[in-house]
């Protein structure tokens, strides 16, 4: 294959690498010496949402994940609530609230994820 066959054909990888697909960043370094432009195209990152954005710029809608303490305490009233419509278990506050502290467990939990700081 010549290289004249190989730019008619647009999905060569002297095309590709020449010219990055829609929807991806082209890398904005420069390749080490002996290490390939291709690899560093297919490197950057894909979508939409993983395209990069002006410093200091976030996404509001971004989920992160919960603290630890928060993480534990939803854990923590799951288990309970669970010990206790499972096993029969007799805990106090608890006890016939077990839908109530499920739902307060996963609602903390929820928090965790959408709140930054909790």
Not at 3 to 17: E, H, I, L, R, W
Not at 37 to 54: F, M, Q, S
Not at 71 to 85: C, D, K, R, Y
Request: with cysteine; aromatic share 6%.
């Amino acid at each position: 294959m010549t290289k004249s066959d190989a730019m008619a054909q647009p999905n060569s990888p002297s095309c590709v690498a020449a010219k990055p697909m829609p929807g991806r960043v082209p890398p904005a370094i420069s390749p080490e010496p002996g290490e390939s432009i291709r690899r560093l195209v297919y490197a950057a990152p894909v979508g939409n949402d993983e395209i990069a954005k002006p410093h200091g710029e976030s996404d509001p809608m971004a989920l992160k994940a919960p603290g630890i303490l928060t993480f534990m305490l939803s854990v923590i009233l799951t288990v309970l609530a669970m010990v206790t419509l499972i096993f029969g278990a007799s805990i106090p506050y608890i006890t016939g609230q077990e839908f109530w502290v499920l739902l307060v467990a996963q609602v903390v939990l929820v928090f965790g994820c959408i709140m930054r700081g909790l």
